[in-house]
């Protein structure tokens, strides 16, 4: 995390962004005083997250025959969000 807050200003000065504002990587440099103080907080939970990671990565890698798989799993995702639609 201390390496990302030096390096940050690449995104500046190589144009990517005029502004960087990235709350939630600034919120992580505090979790560890705040969870010591206060312990962990209520409802956090990655079920969610990775329910959806699940779906979109790990399912279609396994109907891919690993050769070109971003490809395959792109396909993939898309023929089960038509089919959702549907």
Not at 27 to 47: D, K, R, T
Request: hydrophobic share 40%.
């Amino acid at each position: 995390m201390d390496c990302f807050h030096q390096e940050h200003s690449i995104f500046v000065t190589s144009g990517i962004c005029m502004h960087l504002s990235l709350p939630r990587q600034h919120a992580m440099v505090h979790y560890h005083e705040l969870i010591e103080l206060f312990g962990i907080p209520n409802g956090l939970c990655s079920l969610i997250t990775e329910l959806k990671h699940i779906r979109a990565v790990k399912e279609p890698w396994r109907c891919s025959n690993r050769f070109n798989a971003l490809g395959q799993m792109l396909v993939t995702n898309q023929h089960l969000d038509k089919l959702a639609v549907a």
